[in-house]
């Protein structure tokens, strides 16, 4: 197993991207690597297309699209029940 939990951030600079960042940021745990990625970079949004995001800011946890990404928008609890701020053992 291992001893990190790969987070993976989609962002596009804007107000509400920030926002998820923020959320991100303070529900992270030690386990939690955080990564900020620029849509405006071409592989991020190829990456970006591979997991399926349509609309940002969106949030993968170890390669997944977390399920409230995947149409209404970021969810605290849904990132939560994710795994996110829980530490791995």
């Not at 390669?63 to 970021?74: I, P």
């Amino acid at each position: 197993m291992t001893d990190q939990r790969q987070i993976e951030i989609f962002s596009a600079g804007c107000p509400v991207c920030q926002d998820t960042i923020d959320l991100v940021n303070r529900l992270a745990c030690p386990s939690c690597e955080i990564s900020v990625l620029d849509m405006h970079d071409q592989a991020v949004a190829e990456r970006a297309a591979q997991l399926g995001i349509r609309s940002v800011p969106a949030v993968a946890i170890n390669g997944k699209l977390a399920d409230c990404c995947a149409g209404r928008g970021v969810d605290e609890d849904t990132l939560r029940a994710a795994g996110l701020g829980q530490p791995l053992e």
